[in-house]
């Protein structure tokens, strides 16, 4: 079997590929990705990955510093096996921030939680490396198409507001965005529409602040993200969807507790770092969508395009990808459900179009008992 | 999909590190001998424009073959059930050689002989192979692995009156996904059981996986990835296959049985006389306890399904037939088709369900009685409507001669038809009684949900979880039936409507 990977690259050599962006994290199990490609299919001067030797962006390894319980007494560090799906997560949605469509798809010996902690990742991976300020024509772009009466979150300051999309207009050669809160029409400019985003959830659902205490799931983000927390904890947005069987990942998602290490006094659901809408106690903003793979059920509420979409089992992935082709994927498929064969038989026809290796996804070491593919997509 | 906690997980993977497979060859001359002869007579059967006349023979040989050489217990067992076949065998051997000519005659008798002699012999072989696993005095937490489902519970009783030192544990391949971790498992084989469910062996649930497989079969090693360009593989170091017998070698291309999708869903679709409607497009599928069921393609298509392992609030869903996997429980009616909001409007109508049933069936055999005089349904529907009944289109008439039809909406269209059924004079009592089982129906609709997750929720779910089949009386003495979906034909038929949702026990030899 050809090998994909590259190793991962210690700390004093991250530096080889001058790091365009450090993201303040802690420095250990740094890994680099934009280095060469080894995939013996993909020469190295072909390969888009290789052409962009000095972009490496630094990951922080979050996941090696979470602890976690699902029910158990006891407290534990995040298992290897999970960690490799968190940064799996992590690391896809890097890439995609970074212009690189990706389809990574895993078989693991256990689908359990795999999904969930790549969702996760993912949410993770997008706050820790997303740009601050989003490309404003794209965004506004994005509100102006939205149908009028489409609930936003708007901040204002250190508020954040629940509104409904009202249009755009044009004044005196300016262009604005209304939106309508408390029966009042307000003009947000367009240079500043980055501070409306779509979402749900209503006056009485939304904090008064960004910031309303310390205490709980707001105290563990903010341990594990730093200073990207305030903006994780405030803007609403959807940056992974999870697709699959919403009564399982529910029972997943509510059993996991999390806490930084060496922080015991600290604990907050798995919930509070993947942000789920639908599963956000009062107050939450959301960051993700779980979404169930059922025909009658499948629904995709958002306009906007998340960067990673999860797909878990092969229904999921065979069925949904093309409606979340903008996305990066990645797709769980278990061996012992019976639409496996279809599932990898979708893996391996995407494969055979891909654009290339993902070499960022190299230094990963994939658990015992598991197989991981991983390419660009061609589209 | 059962939740699986991350202890368990965690486990799975431990397995998955150091997992290994290793292949012990089982011999038996005289089941050789007779799977050897089931073998010549399937392949000069293969040699055919139309076997069909020879079935009747190959079949109940093929089901003998299959479970001899699988299930553990002493060949003469009467729980094994080959002894009838044997029977069954041997009343059909006049019958191959009319069909088959002398050599297939020939053939078949050879099979008899075969057979008769296995079941005098009193041997048990694969038992002794899957006792012989573990070694006296070994405290391993043992389970063996069975490729028919349905005989994990009789071997497992049988197993359990030895009074071995330490238990063995019986599986089926569903048992197996979320089993605790083993320490050896035992897998009969031959593996070409398992081609469409490699789980068993590529997640590993135990670190040592000992496949039993039969001398006189040619195995192949299972793959170890499945995706292009992958890194990583499943978790399991396979040894080499045992050296080849000096005995004929038999591949699973030639062996393997496969369910006979035609004669399966010739047999649900089977129309009867009282058929008028135009039929729809249906998909076969084969359930558990040897049971199968024609689910609809088109329309309506949402069913019950029941998970096992959910939470209590979400054990009983309504989802689309296009999310059912093999694997997954249905509930259904246990006898009659439709939906399950017949026997549920019963039990909300208690005492006077009977009654009014039978005016229902009554009316409805009048109008089908005076409907295929009309030879037509198109013709009948333009009379009804000279007759008076406005409504009437041949597409309503369908509606009205179906079972969830109760009355028309209109009391004018209704003395129209109860002419037609030669009911003139009961016209009322029959449309009021009709109006108590819409009533009841539309009770039924609205708690239809509650009433089986109240029923999935209070019930000891052991008979669904070992055998795949439960049946839940209700109190009034009406009953649905779960059932695990075994597999779904991989072609869609044309049937009738009547014909839905209808759980039929089908013949054994069609099925493995």
């Known amino acids: 079997m050809a090998g994909l990977g590259l190793a991962a690259v210690p700390e004093s050599a991250s530096t080889a590929g001058e790091p365009i962006r450090d993201l303040g994290k802690p420095a250990s199990n740094v890994v680099a990705y934009g280095t060469a490609c080894r995939y013996e299919r993909c020469p190295e001067e072909a390969c888009p990955m290789a052409r962009r030797l000095d972009e490496v962006v630094v990951i922080p390894n979050i996941a090696a510093g979470l602890e976690l319980t699902d029910g158990a007494p006891s407290w534990r560090h995040c298992p290897a096996w999970l960690t490799f799906f968190f940064q799996l997560g992590q690391r896809v949605a890097a890439a995609h921030e970074e212009g690189t469509k990706t389809c990574a798809v895993v078989i693991p010996p256990v689908r359990s939680f795999a999904a969930l902690f790549s969702a996760t990742g993912a949410v993770v991976g997008v706050a820790t490396t997303a740009r601050a300020i989003p490309d404003i024509d794209t965004h506004f772009s994005s509100l102006a198409s939205l149908k009028p009466g489409t609930p936003l979150v708007v901040k204002m300051g250190e508020k954040i507001y629940a509104a409904r999309f009202s249009g755009a207009t044009e004044r005196s050669g300016a262009s604005y965005i209304k939106i309508e809160y408390k029966g009042m029409i307000q003009f947000l400019p367009k240079q500043e529409c980055h501070r409306a985003q779509v979402g749900s959830g209503g006056k009485r659902s939304l904090p008064k602040s960004v910031r309303p205490s310390r205490g709980g799931s707001i105290r563990v983000v903010e341990a594990l993200l730093g200073d990207e927390a305030g903006e994780f904890l405030s803007v609403p947005t959807v940056d992974a969807v999870l697709v699959g069987h919403v009564t399982l990942l529910t029972q997943e998602l509510e059993s996991v507790q999390i806490r930084p290490e060496g922080e015991p006094a600290a604990a907050a659901p798995l919930g509070a770092l993947l942000r789920p809408s639908r599963f956000l106690p009062d107050g939450g903003i959301p960051r993700s969508l779980l979404v169930s793979d059922r025909v009658s059920e499948f629904e995709l509420p958002v306009a906007d395009t998340p960067h990673v979409a999860v797909f878990d089992g092969a229904r999921a992935f065979s069925r949904y990808r093309s409606q979340l082709g903008e996305s990066s994927w990645i797709a769980i498929l278990d061996r012992c459900s019976a639409t496996f064969s279809e599932g990898v038989d979708v893996a391996n026809q995407e494969f055979a179009v891909r654009r290339g290796t993902a070499a960022y996804l190299g230094g990963l070491e994939v658990p015992a008992g598991a197989e991981l593919q991983a390419f660009e997509r061609a589209r | ?512």
């Open chain 2, 1 to 512: 999909m059962k939740y699986v906690d991350i202890a368990h997980a965690d486990a799975y993977y431990s397995v998955a590190r150091s997992a290994g497979l290793a292949w012990r060859a089982v011999a038996h001359p005289g089941l050789e001998e007779f799977s050897e002869a089931v073998l010549s007579l399937s392949r000069l059967a293969k040699q055919q424009d139309d076997d069909t006349g020879w079935r009747g023979f190959t079949y109940p040989a093929r089901r003998a073959r299959n479970i001899a050489t699988t299930v553990p217990l002493p060949l003469a067992h009467p729980d094994l059930g080959i002894a009838p076949l044997f029977a069954q065998l041997e009343r059909s051997l006049s019958a191959l050689r009319v069909y088959g000519g002398d050599e297939a005659g020939d053939l078949g008798e050879r099979v008899v002989a075969a057979g008769q002699a296995l079941i005098s012999l009193g041997d048990a072989p694969l038992l002794d192979a899957v006792l012989g696993l573990v070694e006296a005095g070994e405290d391993v937490n043992y389970g063996v692995l069975l490729p028919i489902p349905e005989y994990v519970a009789t071997v497992g009783r049988f197993i359990g009156s030895m009074g071995l030192e330490h238990p063995i544990r019986m599986l089926s391949r569903h048992d197996l996904i979320s089993v605790d971790p083993l320490d050896r498992l035992a897998v009969v084989g031959p593996l070409y059981w398992y081609r469409d469910h490699q789980y068993v062996l590529t997640s590993p649930r135990a670190p040592q996986i000992i496949v039993l497989t039969w001398a006189w079969y040619r195995e192949h090693l299972p793959a170890r990835t499945a995706l292009e360009g992958s890194r990583g593989h499943a978790g399991i170091k396979v040894q080499p296959l045992p050296a080849a017998a000096a005995a004929p070698q038999i591949g699973a291309d030639e062996d393997r049985s496969a369910v006979d999708w035609q004669s399966v869903s010739r047999e649900l679709s089977r129309s009867s006389e009282n058929d008028l409607s135009e039929p729809v497009v249906a998909r076969a599928a084969v359930l558990a306890g040897r049971y199968a069921v024609l689910l609809p393609e088109d329309g309506d298509r949402v069913v019950w399904l029941l998970d096992p392992h959910a939470p209590s609030e979400h054990r009983v869903a309504r989802v689309d037939v296009a999310d059912l996997e093999p694997g997954h429980v249905i509930v259904v009616r246990t006898s009659g088709g439709g939906d399950l909001i017949v026997p549920i409007a019963d039990e909300i109508l208690g005492d006077d369900a009977a009654a009014l049933r039978e005016l229902q069936r009554r009316w409805k055999a009048g109008l089908r009685r005076w409907v295929r005089q009309r030879r037509t349904i198109s013709r009948a529907a333009a009379e009804l409507r000279r007759a008076g009944c406005t409504k009437s289109s041949p597409q309503n008439l369908q509606n009205w001669l179906g079972e969830r039809s109760l009355r028309t909406e209109d009391r004018r269209d209704w003395q129209a038809l109860m002419v037609a059924a030669s009911l003139e004079a009961e016209a009322e009592t029959i449309w009021k009684a009709m109006g108590r089982l819409h009533s009841a129906h539309s009770e039924a609709g609205m708690s239809i949900g509650r009433r089986l997750r109240d029923m999935a929720n209070t019930s000891p779910l052991d008979a669904l979880l070992a055998s795949g089949r439960q049946v839940f009386g209700l109190a009034r003495g009406g009953s649905v039936t779960a059932f695990r979906i075994e597999g779904f034909s991989p072609a869609p038929i044309r049937c009738p409507p009547s014909r839905l949702m209808v759980p039929t026990r089908v013949r054994d030899e069609w099925l493995t």
